[in-house]
């Protein structure tokens, strides 16, 4: 690419070319993301636990291994005992926050439980833990509710920001509408939430201008944090039968680098999560997302007996090491790569705390 990679605006036609790079100039885009990271985040990595709730779902996503009609999941729902030693834990060994996520329920049910859960962590904790939810789709009330309680972030992914993509992947019916997607994210910025988002990356029918046109959808809507990574095929879900048609999980891989190296540029400031995904394909597919511009990790702290029926997609890593000895592990594997854990940090998105939505927060907290 003759035009050096800082100049200029980043338009559709500037990002669709770097997302196809390879070699050298993967390379120089790799080393400016790395240092635009350095620059503005820093090499502190923040560690959100990640707790599967339940797979429990409403939606029949084409792509998602938990999908309402895929009859071959065994069902769960972990207690709330349990849900709290996991936070406890979390708490304990410093990881300064926690990601709540769960199948989409929308029951009043399921909106008290969460309320609880909220209460409780925060009790327990002094207040301290930060709490992030990704619970999928609900009402504006319920949001508030929740954020009155101490969630403070919210992750909500857009799974493809691309309208006539997004149909194609999710039944043609109101649980599953575009619009009320797109919605559901403005209404969590509205309410104060550190709002966080990402897309799948290498899907059947995407193309890089649909992935050019996510990393705008980002920048457009000023979102603070965002979690994005390869899809992976599940054998149990329509999607499947695309399978022959996807890119091979390695360039998957360097791909999702890209978007990752790309957004870095476009969004100095934001909270970029190194997804369990990368994992999938690569052993250390979440430290190379590091090394070139993310600065979240979100080990996963689910109770074990619960952890094999949380199968988005294939292959998903499930269990290697009990969480302290991951944690040791992950450690040790940042260390390599010169970054640290940034430990008994909520590490707050440093784009949220500059903008006018702290004060919003605030107010609905009074
Ligand atoms: N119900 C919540 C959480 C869903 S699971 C919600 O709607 O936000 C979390 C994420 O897993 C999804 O947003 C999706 O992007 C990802 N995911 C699902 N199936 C996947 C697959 N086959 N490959 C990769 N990621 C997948």
Redo the contacts with the bound molecule.
């Keep these: 690419m003759s035009e050096h990679i800082g100049q200029k605006e980043w338009t559709k036609e500037k990002l669709t070319a770097w997302l196809d790079v390879t070699g050298t100039e993967e390379e120089q885009l790799f080393r400016h993301s790395a240092a635009v990271k350095q620059e503005y985040v820093g090499n502190s990595v923040y560690l959100r636990g990640l707790i599967e709730l339940s797979n429990i779902?409403e939606k029949d996503c084409y792509?998602?291994?938990i999908r309402r009609s895929n009859c071959k999941v065994h069902r769960y729902t972990v207690s709330h005992d349990e849900v709290l030693a996991a936070v406890r834990f979390a708490y304990e060994k410093g990881f300064g926050s926690v990601t709540i996520?769960?199948?989409?329920m929308t029951s009043p049910a399921f909106i008290r439980r969460i309320d609880r859960i909220l209460r409780e962590a925060k009790k327990i904790t002094q207040g301290e833990i930060g709490i992030t939810l990704?619970?999928?789709?609900q009402t504006e009330e319920t949001y508030r509710r929740w954020f009155e309680s101490g969630a403070e972030r919210y992750l909500?992914?857009i799974?493809t920001s691309s309208e006539a993509l997004y149909r194609k992947l999710h039944p043609d019916d109101a649980k599953h509408s575009y619009a009320r997607r797109v919605e559901a994210l403005e209404a969590l910025r509205k309410t104060g939430y550190q709002t966080g988002t990402g897309v799948?990356i290498g899907l059947p029918f995407q193309t890089a201008e649909d992935l050019a046109d996510d990393l705008l959808f980002m920048k457009q809507r000023e979102i603070d944090m965002c979690g994005m990574?390869?899809?992976?095929?599940?054998a149990d879900t329509p999607l499947w039968a695309f399978r022959d048609q996807l890119l091979p999980l390695g360039a998957r891989l360097r791909l999702s680098l890209r978007m990752v190296s790309l957004l870095r540029i476009l969004m100095p400031d934001i909270n970029i999560a190194a997804t369990t995904?990368l994992q999938a394909i690569a052993t250390e597919g979440r430290e190379e997302a590091i090394r070139i511009g993310a600065n979240v990790l979100m080990p996963n702290i689910t109770p074990a007996q619960y952890r094999d029926d949380y199968l988005?997609?294939e292959n998903k890593p499930v269990f290697t090491r009990n969480d302290e000895d991951e944690l040791a592990y992950l450690a040790a594997q940042l260390q390599k790569i010169n970054h640290h854990i940034g430990y008994y940090r909520k590490g707050n998105s440093p784009h949220y705390r500059k903008s006018d939505r702290v004060q919003t927060a605030e107010h609905h907290r009074q």
Aim: some cysteine.
């Design positions: 779902c792509y998602c291994g996520q769960s199948g989409e990704s619970c999928g789709e909500l992914r799974e799948m990574g390869p899809y992976i095929a599940h995904a988005l997609y």
